[in-house]
């Protein structure tokens, strides 16, 4: 980029800013370009988006070759701008008329900012220090502060809901010039931390634990914000680096943001060669905890610090979970909850009083949450906190099951915590298998480009209550064992212990011995084993996994002095060798190693070999994975990176039912890289496949960075399902789709294909609704309507896979699986439609008339009547079932939200730009609106006989 000034044209970078609703404009100047280190840059001039700013854009048509115009004025600033014209540039002119378009909105509604959060950085240009500005809002102490709902600080979670804490948002123009004629354009961004529906999180609150100063109490209420220190703001210099892509010291490459060149992903691979050279190792104490807490609220006080406070030495770390924090219905449907205060604050006032911690992290899903909290000492060495949640109830829609996950990198060191709780019941393991596998597959770190796995972490917790039980044992001689505290004998029972080490379940993961009793089932406030009619077994369900290289463990033990819940809390201490890197070693190491590369850049080629270039996938199923292998290696001398990239006006480089992993990677010479092709149809790819609008046929781009592009072929069959056909499709086929031959499948699919297709003439007839979908209600309806938990609990992979097969070739005559696969394969059926049930083009007016049961009901009688057929048999259905809650303790509206989620779905977005299509995923609010507005429309129709 170019600013226009007496001296000619220089070289800057220029950001675009945002914080809590504001925008600026910052320019940086650097002392060489690219840059390089952190120490580059140098804050030059700060713009702030609002009514004094003018700005005037100039972009030229397509191919003249010259530069794009952009100039900033205020009252006591001009400068001229030219970028490079690309596409980037434009996005970037949108992106300030936008920001200035709402700035004009926001202040016409008489909610102006005073930018005062700026005020930094301008004492930082003009050399310095800002004055604290004294607390101004007469409101603060007031039940209603009307500035909580006004964009001025403090900014409580109604202002920002789900969201306590904002951090900058960037978009950065970075490519480098080389001369005074080059330029610098680009666009980058990242967003603060956004929570989805049913979270909160946020970095950081600063306490002393036992003597909670007057004016932060105010802080630990649900109302306001938690206690920041200024200094912990994300946006300093380093932070705004990291996000345009520079190490602040060479090494942030390392373990920081997923590089993005090929030369970035060989620099971090040489530089995690030679690491030793510039890292020592540090021991930090790490507490895990877990406690299913049963729906029940802490005892006042530092009721927890039995748990929490156990050790001599306080550590620096605290992982601590629960589950089961909320139990009640509203828990499923709204965010909030009064038990997530509760506990957080018994937590808060139970950490060790003799140190202060910081919290990195508080996230949430339904019953499941957890909280991580560092030493203040340690809090300035935490980057690149990210958070995310995986659903493992019916069809990932209830999060009465799952896991939450926090990782964080310090140091040099990545570590990721996840706090879990998997499906109940001694004969449900392979369920609970199953849960575990969706976690760890599912959970995304989606702060990195591309997201960060699980497995991609140096060190790795795996928390929470697992729900393994002792099995082949029966209650007595559990009992007896436990008295007589042969603990070794009895974990040869126990369902995890059997199978760690030897399945794939919680690969590479190690757990300390068992040396304490069975941690469930207790009666309540006692440490008396299950009197209730069910007289559960005594079981170790609450545990604490670890994976990774220099972990000890210290400690593992259960505290029977808790005595809340039908659980024990379990704890687990332990020390981690974390890499700590020297500056200024770093900074040698990487000095050199970019030298080296470009030497070897002018004198050699990546060059790789194949193991095939031509993959056939025959006969794919619905919901059955088939993997192949790749290999790639390097008969090069160089290190050679890799990666698939898309083709021509594609969104992704590979189909939607096609993963490849990895999808990019450095290989050494004289090594190999295995790459796994797999063929999986889901959900989102099945309805296309069905239709005939898709085919199992791509072909992949595998791109040599600073080399050649090799393609590679991908074909092979898909075998029809009735999983992803739609209705209008379904009710003409009178036998299992499986015996259609697949031109007439196609025919059918098309739009106004009933209306086309003359039945008479063939004697053939329409089904009023489709016989797939009549099969699994009426299995639920004969074999479970009393059962407890329909729709609740998630069925078993295999299971579903022979009820499709069922389905689609109509053998067996009688469904088989559990009624809890049954009821899972019925809302897994649904969701695979291609058209929802009530079509996405009445979505809106749905919405809108959600409150009026006479509205809805004109809606229903507008739309297509194969449609309106399954709308009225699934909820007469569901009805019925509601007659028989006395024995199936079925809840009217956990079920209008489950149903309203499947019943209706909103149309595609039509945006084409990623960051604008994410806008409603983003939103906790308007996501949470829609959510309970589809509820409620579907509520109407359960409590209500629908007549025509």
């Known amino acids: 980029m170019l600013l226009g000034n007496a001296e000619g044209k220089l070289d800057r970078y220029i950001c675009l800013i945002s914080r809590k609703g504001d925008h600026a404009i910052f320019l940086y100047s650097s002392t060489r370009v690219p840059c390089l280190i952190a120490e580059d840059l140098c804050l030059e001039v700060v713009f702030p988006i609002d009514s004094t700013l003018q700005y005037t854009t100039d972009v030229p048509k397509k191919g003249q070759g ?125 967003s603060g931390e956004t929570t989805p529906f049913g979270f909160e999180n946020n970095f950081t609150d600063s306490i002393v634990v036992d003597d909670i100063p007057s004016n932060l109490k105010k802080s630990l209420s649900k109302d306001s914000l938690d206690y920041l220190d200024e200094s912990d703001m994300t946006d300093s210099l380093s932070r705004i680096t990291n996000q345009l892509g520079l190490g602040g010291s060479g090494v942030e490459l390392v373990e920081g943001i997923k590089p993005a060149t090929g030369r970035e992903n060989i620099v971090r691979h040489l530089m995690n060669q030679r690491e030793e050279e510039f890292t020592h190792k540090e021991t930090l104490k790490v507490f895990c905890g877990t406690w299913n807490v049963n729906g029940q609220s802490p005892l006042s006080g530092r009721s927890l610090a039995k748990w929490l406070d156990a050790d001599q030495e306080c550590p620096d770390i605290f992982a601590i979970g629960f589950q089961e924090l909320d139990l009640s219905n509203q828990a499923y449907i709204f965010s909030d909850s009064a038990k997530e205060t509760e506990w957080l604050t018994a937590v808060r006032k139970s950490l060790p009083s003799k140190t202060l911690y910081k919290k990195v992290k508080l996230i949430r899903l339904v019953g499941v949450m957890m909280i991580v909290y560092i030493k203040e000492k340690y809090a300035h060495k935490v980057h690149f906190v990210d958070s995310d949640y995986v659903a493992t109830g019916i069809m990932g829609i209830m999060g009465n099951k799952g896991g939450v996950g926090v990782r964080f990198s310090i140091q040099g060191t990545s570590i990721c915590f996840i706090n879990s709780h998997l499906a109940a019941h001694q004969e449900e393991f392979e369920r609970r298998n199953q849960d575990y596998r969706d976690i760890n597959s599912k959970m995304r770190f989606k702060q990195f480009v591309p997201p960060l796995h699980i497995r991609e972490h ?14 082949d044992l029966d209650i007595g001689k559990v009992k007896t064992l436990i008295e007589r505290k042969q603990f070794k004998d009895l974990r040869c029972y126990d369902q995890l212990h059997r199978q760690l080490g030897r399945t794939d379940v919680f690969d590479g993961y190690q757990e300390g011995e068992l040396n304490f009793q069975p941690t469930y089932k207790y009666d309540p ?89 031509d993959f056939i996938f025959q006969d794919l199923k619905f919901l059955e994975a088939q993997v192949q292998s790749l290999i790639v290696e390097n008969t090069g001398q160089v290190p050679v990176t890799f990666e698939f990239i898309k083709k021509l006006d594609e969104t992704s480089h590979c189909r939607s039912w096609m993963e490849v992993t990895p999808s990019q990677s450095v290989v050494v010479p004289g090594e190999g890289c295995e790459i796994q092709l797999k063929a999986y149809v889901d959900e989102n790819s099945v309805g296309k496949l069905s239709s005939g609008d898709d085919k199992v046929e791509d072909i992949l781009v595998l ?186 303790n079925l809840d009217v509206k956990l079920l209008a939200t489950t149903f309203g989620k499947i019943f209706l779905r909103p149309p595609p977005a039509p945006m084409t730009s990623k960051r604008l299509r994410s806008t409603r995923e983003e939103s906790p609010v308007g996501q949470g609106e829609e959510d309970m507005k589809r509820a409620a429309f579907v509520y109407h129709f359960l409590t209500n006989e629908y007549d025509e």
Not at 72 to 77: I, Q, W
Not at 530 to 559: M, N, Q
Not at 735 to 753: D, F, H, T, Y
Request: proline residues 6%.
């Open 458 to 471: 140096d060190v790795l917790f795996w928390i929470g209550d697992l729900n393994y039980r002792i099995t």
């Open 703 to 888: 791109h040599l960075h600073g080399g050649k592009d090799f393609f590679i072929t991908v074909g092979g069959s898909y075998i029809p399902s009735s999983f992803g056909s739609s209705i209008q499709a379904l009710i003409q086929m009178h036998g299992p789709i499986r015996e259609v031959p697949v031109a007439q499948l196609i025919e059918i699919e098309q739009p106004g294909s009933l209306e086309k297709r003359d039945l008479t003439a063939s004697g053939g007839r329409l089904y009023a609704i489709p016989k797939e979908i009549w099969r699994l209600v009426d299995h639920i309806w004969r074999v479970g309507k009393l059962e407890t938990g329909l729709f609740e609990r998630s069925g078993l992979q295999t299971e579903v896979s022979k009820i499709r097969d069922c389905l689609d070739t109509g053998v067996p005559d009688a469904i088989p699986g559990s009624i809890h696969s049954v009821a899972a394969t019925l809302l897994l059926f649904l969701k695979c439609l291609p058209e929802s049930v009530i079509p996405c083009s009445v979505y809106q007016r749905c919405l809108e008339c959600s409150r009026n049961y006479m509205l809805c009901k004109q809606v229903i009688a507008q739309i297509p009547e194969c449609h309106r057929n399954v709308f009225r048999y699934l909820c007469a259905f569901l009805r019925e079932l509601l007659s028989h809650t006395s024995d199936n």
């Open 525 to 613: 406030g006692t440490d008396v084993w299950d009197t209730s009619e069910k007289c559960r077994a005594p079981a170790w369900c609450d545990r604490v996994l670890f994976k990774g290289p220099d972990i000890r463990l210290k400690a593992y033990r259960c505290h029977q002095d808790l005595k809340v819940s039908d659980h024990k809390p379990v704890s687990a201490l332990f020390d981690v060798d974390i890499k700590v890197i020297d500056d200024e070693k770093s900074k040698r190491v990487y000095e050199d190693i970019m030298k080296q590369l470009d030497r070897l850049e002018n004198e050699y080629l990546p060059q790789v070999k194949l193991s095939k270039t």
């Open 66 to 190: 010259v530069k794009c115009l952009l100039g900033l004025r205020t009252m006591d600033k001009n400068i001229r701008i030219e970028l490079n014209n690309d596409g980037s540039s434009q996005k970037f002119f949108l992106e300030i008329k936008r920001t200035s378009s709402a700035y004009s909105v926001t202040s016409s509604m008489g909610l102006p900012s005073s930018f005062s959060w700026l005020e930094k950085y301008q004492a930082l240009i003009q050399g310095s220090t800002p004055s604290p500005q004294p607390n101004d809002n007469p409101f603060a102490n007031d039940v209603f502060d009307p500035l909580r709902y006004m964009n001025v600080d403090p900014a409580p979670p109604e202002a920002v809901p789900a969201k306590k804490i904002e951090a900058p948002t960037f978009y950065a123009d970075r490519d480098s010039g080389s001369s005074g004629e080059g330029t610098t354009s680009g666009e980058g961004t990242t």
